[in-house]
Each structure stands twice: as structure tokens, then as C-alpha cells.
């Protein structure tokens, strides 16, 4: 995959720099201020790059009549009252901002209206995350194209028309702006035979941005292979602990789990920066070469006058005798002393 540099925050993002680790919040706080807080500082340990959550105003987003997509709490009569009980203030909001920052973490947050977008812009938000649900908002797109911040958008709904579309409202103003796009199936979890590894090689090459994943398979499988296939955006869902109460747990990594990507991240770009020259290495190697490979030696041991034959010739270890590539020149030679079978011919020996 290569396609322009994406810069997040003052990070460089590209073909020859580890995977950015975006750990997803979304709502697994559950309108908790304290939670959330806790998700930060569990992110910030297990290596991840950037915390992102879900920034909602229900009265500005939506109405009692939006339907839950899966029914999960029996505190919340409708879908407009889960969101009415996880919003946070603008305080608050600028609270998590400085927490993740003073943990050397990118704060990012998906907005789903505009008084979000004017929330996180008065934040100074490094990026703007645009969710599945939004490929089709061109107001947001152009509210938080007009800042000149990066936009990561996600694809998870849309198909390849939609996408373009999309990127093409994005590239409006300025046909190098700033974007990452991630391939995403919008299923929770999502089966590993859905999550479209083949499509990260095809956003690259039509829109040639930096591309990632934005996974919901709740493994590790995925988010592994797409780093390994060259893919430097990776956005996982974060939970407490595999029981925890939310509609994305079933999707969502554990803080090990967590920690061991962002390992592999920081491992594969370690392998990535050191490539090896086999033949340079095989002379690195002389000495553990003489030690595995074989040298001509007898089957068994044979008097001296004797004329050698291919049946009295084999190859043992070490390699530091005769090379057994020259087994014919020595098939007819005589013998000028006793030879045991248990040491290598020699060129004395003939």
C-alpha cells in the first residue's frame, strides 16, 4: 500500500511507521464520568495511541421514535433516553480531553451533530472521526472539512459509489486534504469471513490514502492481519473485562488483549525496518553453516590401497571437510592409509 503520509496530532503516519492504535470508548462508559476516565488511563497503559468516544446530544441527534439496534438495558425506555444518560457537558468533555493528553494520548470523539462538532472543535480535536452511520452527512463533512483537520472516515455501511462519493465531498476544497479511510462491517461482532481484509488494498489504491480497520470481530485475528498487510490505521472497541454491561463488549478487545496488539504493532515495526539480505546473512552465518551442513565421510572404515565406490561414500556432519557436491571426483580414488568411519575424509587420504 503507498499513498501520502497521514499526520494525527504531530504524528506521522505512513508505509514505514508502526500502526496507529486507536481504542474505541464509544459508549462502553455508559454515561459513567468516572469510567471513562478509567478508560483513558487503561488505554494509555497498554500502548494505544489515541482513546476515541462518541460525543451525543440526544436532543440535537435524535427522537423518541429511533429504535435501539439491539435492546440491551431496561433502564432506558427508548433509544433517546440512552443517549439523554450518557451525555457529559462541555466541562467534562474538556476534562477527559486533558486527561488523555497529560497520558500522551490522542483524544478523539465521532460527533452525531452539530452541537457536537462545535463541542469538539472548541476542544481543538487533532482529527475528525466520521462514523459509519455519516458517510451520507455532507453537513458534517463539510462543517469538519471547513477546519482543515484530518478525517478519518469509516466505511462500514456504504458501498463503493457512497464511498467515492464521500471522498470526493472530503477532496472538495482541496484535492490532497487530509484522510484516512477505514474498511469496516458494521455487524457486532463481526464473523472473520466479513471483515474484508481484501478491501484495505483497494481503498488504497483508488483513493491512495493511508487505510486501516475498524474492527468489531472482538479478536485478535483481525486487526493483526490487517497491520501485517500493510494497513497504519487500526481502531478497535475497548471493554473492562469480557462480561462487562454494553452493546459492544461482544466486539470489543480486553486490556490484554489490547496490550498484546499494540506489542505486535511495536514488534511488526521492528521486522518492517530491518529488512534482510539472505545472502549477507548467509555469510554471517559461515560458522553455524559448517556446524548443520555435512562433509564426505565412510559408511564404513576401509584399508588403505582400497579403491573407492558411490556405496562407500556418505555425508556426515560437520561441514568443515570435503563438500559432498564432489562425491563423483572421489568415487575410484585409492585409498593411501587406513581411513576410519568415524571422522571426515580428507585430501590425504587419497
Same mark, same amino acid.
Given at each position: 500500500?503507498?499513498?501520502?503520509?497521514?499526520?494525527?496530532?504531530?504524528?506521522?503516519?505512513?508505509?514505514?511507521?508502526?500502526?496507529?492504535?486507536?481504542?474505541?470508548?464509544?459508549?462502553?462508559?455508559?454515561?459513567?464520568?468516572?469510567?471513562?476516565?478509567?478508560?483513558?488511563?487503561?488505554?494509555?497503559?497498554?500502548?494505544?495511541?489515541?482513546?476515541?468516544?462518541?460525543?451525543?446530544?440526544?436532543?440535537?441527534?435524535?427522537?423518541?421514535?429511533?429504535?435501539?439496534?439491539?435492546?440491551?438495558?431496561?433502564?432506558?425506555?427508548?433509544?433517546?433516553?440512552?443517549?439523554?444518560?450518557?451525555?457529559?457537558?462541555?466541562?467534562?468533555?474538556?476534562?477527559?480531553?486533558?486527561?488523555?493528553?497529560?497520558?500522551?494520548?490522542?483524544?478523539?470523539?465521532?460527533?452525531?451533530?452539530?452541537?457536537?462538532?462545535?463541542?469538539?472543535?472548541?476542544?481543538?480535536?487533532?482529527?475528525?472521526?466520521?462514523?459509519?452511520?455519516?458517510?451520507?452527512?455532507?453537513?458534517?463533512?463539510?462543517?469538519?472539512?471547513?477546519?482543515?483537520?484530518?478525517?478519518?472516515?469509516?466505511?462500514?455501511?456504504?458501498?463503493?459509489?457512497?464511498?467515492?462519493?464521500?471522498?470526493?465531498?472530503?477532496?472538495?476544497?482541496?484535492?490532497?486534504?487530509?484522510?484516512?479511510?477505514?474498511?469496516?462491517?458494521?455487524?457486532?461482532?463481526?464473523?472473520?469471513?466479513?471483515?474484508?481484509?481484501?478491501?484495505?488494498?483497494?481503498?488504497?489504491?483508488?483513493?491512495?490514502?493511508?487505510?486501516?480497520?475498524?474492527?468489531?470481530?472482538?479478536?485478535?485475528?483481525?486487526?493483526?492481519?490487517?497491520?501485517?498487510?500493510?494497513?497504519?490505521?487500526?481502531?478497535?472497541?475497548?471493554?473492562?473485562?469480557?462480561?462487562?454491561?454494553?452493546?459492544?463488549?461482544?466486539?470489543?478487545?480486553?486490556?490484554?488483549?489490547?496490550?498484546?496488539?499494540?506489542? %505486535?504493532?511495536?514488534? =511488526? *515495526?521492528?521486522?518492517? +525496518?530491518? #529488512?534482510?539480505?539472505?545472502?549477507?546473512? &548467509?555469510? @554471517? !552465518?559461515?560458522?553455524?553453516?559448517?556446524? %548443520?551442513?555435512?562433509? =564426505? *565421510?565412510?559408511?564404513? +572404515?576401509? #584399508?588403505?590401497?582400497?579403491?573407492?565406490? &558411490?556405496? @562407500? !561414500?556418505?555425508?556426515?556432519?560437520?561441514?568443515?571437510?570435503?563438500?559432498?557436491?564432489?562425491?563423483?571426483?572421489?568415487?575410484?580414488?585409492?585409498?593411501?592409509?587406513?581411513?576410519?568411519?568415524?571422522?571426515?575424509?580428507?585430501?590425504?587420504?587419497?
Amino acid at each position: 500500500m503507498t499513498a501520502e503520509p497521514l499526520h494525527i496530532a504531530g504524528r506521522r503516519i505512513a508505509s514505514d511507521t508502526p500502526a496507529y492504535v486507536i481504542a474505541e470508548v464509544a459508549q462502553a462508559h455508559d454515561g459513567s464520568l468516572g469510567a471513562a476516565h478509567a478508560f483513558i488511563d487503561i488505554a494509555a497503559d497498554c500502548g494505544a495511541d489515541a482513546i476515541k468516544f462518541q460525543t451525543h446530544f440526544a436532543e440535537a441527534e435524535s427522537t423518541r421514535e429511533e429504535p435501539f439496534r439491539v435492546k440491551f438495558t431496561t433502564q432506558d425506555a427508548t433509544r433517546f433516553d440512552y443517549w439523554q444518560r450518557l451525555e457529559f457537558t462541555e466541562p467534562q468533555w474538556r476534562e477527559l480531553a486533558g486527561h488523555a493528553a497529560d497520558r500522551g494520548l490522542t483524544f478523539l470523539s465521532s460527533a452525531f451533530s452539530m452541537r457536537a462538532i462545535d463541542l469538539l472543535q472548541s476542544l481543538d480535536m487533532a482529527a475528525w472521526k466520521i462514523a459509519s452511520g455519516e458517510v451520507w452527512n455532507d453537513t458534517f463533512m463539510q462543517a469538519m472539512t471547513a477546519t482543515g483537520k484530518p478525517v478519518l472516515l469509516s466505511t462500514g455501511m456504504a458501498n463503493w459509489e457512497e464511498i467515492g462519493a464521500a471522498v470526493d465531498m472530503i477532496r472538495a476544497q482541496d484535492p490532497a486534504y487530509p484522510l484516512g479511510i477505514f474498511q469496516c462491517t458494521s455487524m457486532y461482532p463481526t464473523p472473520l469471513t466479513h471483515v474484508g481484509l481484501n478491501v484495505l488494498d483497494a481503498l488504497a489504491t483508488r483513493f491512495q490514502v493511508q487505510v486501516g480497520l475498524s474492527d468489531h470481530t472482538g479478536g485478535l485475528s483481525a486487526p493483526i492481519a490487517a497491520m501485517a498487510q500493510g494497513a497504519r490505521l487500526i481502531e478497535v472497541h475497548l471493554a473492562l473485562h469480557a462480561g462487562q454491561f454494553g452493546p459492544d463488549t461482544v466486539a470489543s478487545l480486553t486490556p490484554d488483549a489490547l496490550a498484546q496488539l499494540c506489542r %505486535f504493532r511495536d514488534d =511488526l *515495526a521492528v521486522m518492517e +525496518a530491518a #529488512p534482510v539480505d539472505k545472502d549477507a546473512r &548467509a555469510q @554471517d !552465518l559461515g560458522h553455524m553453516r559448517q556446524l %548443520f551442513s555435512r562433509s =564426505l *565421510a565412510l559408511v564404513a +572404515a576401509r #584399508p588403505a590401497g582400497h579403491v573407492l565406490t &558411490a556405496a @562407500d !561414500l556418505t555425508a556426515k556432519k560437520p561441514g568443515s571437510g570435503i563438500d559432498p557436491q564432489r562425491l563423483s571426483d572421489l568415487v575410484g580414488r585409492r585409498l593411501t592409509n587406513d581411513v576410519p568411519a568415524d571422522r571426515l575424509l580428507r585430501d590425504t587420504d587419497f
